[in-house]
């Protein structure tokens, strides 16, 4: 079951971290989309606006939605 502003996470491992000592780096397989957060990030930098509150608390509920969904999978 989909929804089309959430991402599908298929899957997350940790692996050791290249540059820094006994530090593991985490990892996400996530759905291929048109956009990503980091394009998101960069249109609010070039028209000098910010994500409110609201949205990014909204774009966090997603991910651990996607997250707990994924887990049941598992």
Not at 6 to 12: F, Q, R, S, W, Y
Not at 42 to 68: D, M
Request: glycine share 6%; net charge positive; with cysteine.
């Amino acid at each position: 079951m989909g929804h089309p502003n959430i991402v599908m996470l298929h899957d997350a491992w940790f692996e050791p971290h290249p540059n820094a000592g006994n530090a593991e780096a985490v990892y996400f397989k996530l759905e291929l989309c048109d956009g990503s957060l980091r394009d998101l990030i960069k249109r609010c930098s070039a028209s000098k606006t910010t994500l409110k509150e609201a949205q990014l608390t909204e774009i966090l509920r997603q991910v651990r939605f996607r997250w707990n969904k994924g887990s049941d999978a598992r």
